[in-house]
């Protein structure tokens, strides 16, 4: 049962242009939606997240929208630069659990050409 | 500030074998999770351990246990090695009663190899 779902495994973007990652959800008890950055040999690193109750949070280059309605998050890259070539993970935590375990999604690799 | 840090980084083992990988977490870190990344997949949470007692299990079997110790490193032991579970094994710490949204540190992780 794969409760956080990311559809394309890759994408391929021009610099400067926009990266959009989708990701979509079944358990509507999530409190929290996060994104991960992976680069080769190392561990995901947190990227930015946002909360169940909000619609959009911006960091910097980076957004990440939330539609509850449609169980679908989005995270927006402008403008993108070839260090954001990576392996994104969308993940989500539900504090009802008792311990922030996340869970995952399979992965979208973003490669951003000069 | 330390980050996490996992060993060993790479390890082969044949079918049967058991094996035993480590984590240290980050200063201050109270709380350890494992978690398995199969080739192609996402992350699979194992168990998180607070205290030294383990707090929630994914949906592994009983031959991966854990253990925490006094100064909140981990170990991941996985009896009875199967071909499947060759993947690669992320520990991430995380402070008890932080913010769950953005605290947990992973480390590099275990390539893990069962032949």
């Known amino acids: 049962d794969q409760q956080v779902k990311q559809n394309s495994p890759s994408l391929s973007v021009q610099e400067g242009r926009i990266s959009i990652l989708n990701c979509d959800y079944t358990?509507?008890?999530?409190?929290?939606f996060l994104w991960y950055k992976k680069y080769p040999a190392e561990g995901p690193t947190f990227l930015i997240s946002?909360?169940?109750?909000?619609d959009k949070n911006e960091d910097g280059r980076f957004t990440v929208f939330l539609n509850k309605s449609a169980k679908h998050l989005s995270l927006h890259i402008v403008p993108s630069q070839p260090g954001d070539s990576a392996v994104y993970f969308c993940a989500a935590i539900a504090l009802n659990f008792g311990n922030e375990k996340l869970t995952f999604g399979t992965g979208t690799r973003l490669t951003i050409i000069p | 500030e330390t980050g996490v840090t996992q060993s060993p980084t790479h390890l082969i083992k044949t079918r049967g074998q058991q094996v035993t990988l480590r984590c240290s977490s980050q200063?201050?870190?109270?709380?350890v999770s494992w978690y398995q990344q199969a080739l192609g997949q996402g992350p699979q949470f194992i168990f998180q351990?607070?205290?030294?007692?383990?707090?929630g299990r994914g949906n592994f079997p009983p031959r991966f246990s854990g253990l925490q110790f006094p100064n909140y490193s981990s170990e991941l032991n996985v009896n009875a090695l199967e071909l499947d579970d060759s993947a690669l094994y992320l520990c991430?710490?995380?402070?008890?009663?932080?913010?769950?949204?953005?605290?947990?540190?992973f480390g590099p992780g275990t390539r893990l190899t069962v032949l």
């Open positions: 991430a710490s995380t402070p008890k009663g932080g913010n769950p949204s953005n605290e947990q540190f």
């Open positions: 946002i909360s169940s109750i909000k």
């Open positions: 358990n509507s008890m999530f409190d929290y």
């Open positions: 200063s201050g870190h109270n709380t």
């Open positions: 351990y607070y205290r030294e007692e383990e707090n």
